[in-house]
């Protein structure tokens, strides 16, 4: 996904670049979450407001959206500001992995991030407390997430 500056505006916060790529410090391991499949990890302490990972993906029209949410296809769909649907599920993205500790399954685990815009606009994952090495990054889908994939037993990976 190419930066996106138009969403700038939108940007409510301030948050800060960690200074390495994403896989110098991100992993993919079994989630903690029961029943949710893989999960996104850090290898590195991440402190409040950092940005833990960017979204990446194919902005869809409105008719390919459409289609691939009657057939199914929708899991990985982020609703954009401009009402745009950006779509992760083919893409290579750490964000995506990040699972939601408020979903179906009562755990003792709790959200430490938040799906926001940073402050150039792009959608993110951003720390909201400080997030230990070998923690797992959970994160809120929203109501509207649980409402449509809830019922399916969808993998939320």
């Not at 302490?45 to 009657?70: M, Q």
């Not at 899991?75 to 779509?87: E, K, Q, R, S, V």
């Not at 179906?104 to 792009?122: F, H, M, P, S």
């Not at 997030?131 to 809830?150: F, K, V």
């Amino acid at each position: 996904m190419k930066t996106t500056p138009r969403f700038k505006e939108y940007a409510n916060s301030t948050t800060y670049a960690i200074d390495a790529k994403e896989k110098d410090y991100l992993y993919i391991g079994e989630s903690r979450i029961p029943g949710s499949g893989n999960g996104l990890f850090t290898a590195i302490p991440i402190y409040k407001d950092e940005v833990v990972s960017l979204f990446k993906g194919k902005i869809l029209s409105d008719n390919e959206a459409r289609l691939r949410a009657t057939n199914g296809a929708d899991a990985y769909f982020m609703n954009m500001p401009d009402g745009t649907i950006l779509d992760s599920m083919e893409v290579p993205c750490f964000a995506k992995y990040a699972n939601d500790a408020s979903g179906l399954v009562k755990t003792r685990y709790r959200n430490n991030a938040d799906i926001t815009l940073d402050e150039k606009g792009n959608v993110c994952i951003v720390a909201n407390r400080k997030i230990m090495a070998g923690e797992e990054i959970l994160c809120a889908y929203g109501p509207g997430y649980w409402q449509r994939h809830g019922d399916r037993g969808d993998s939320v990976t």
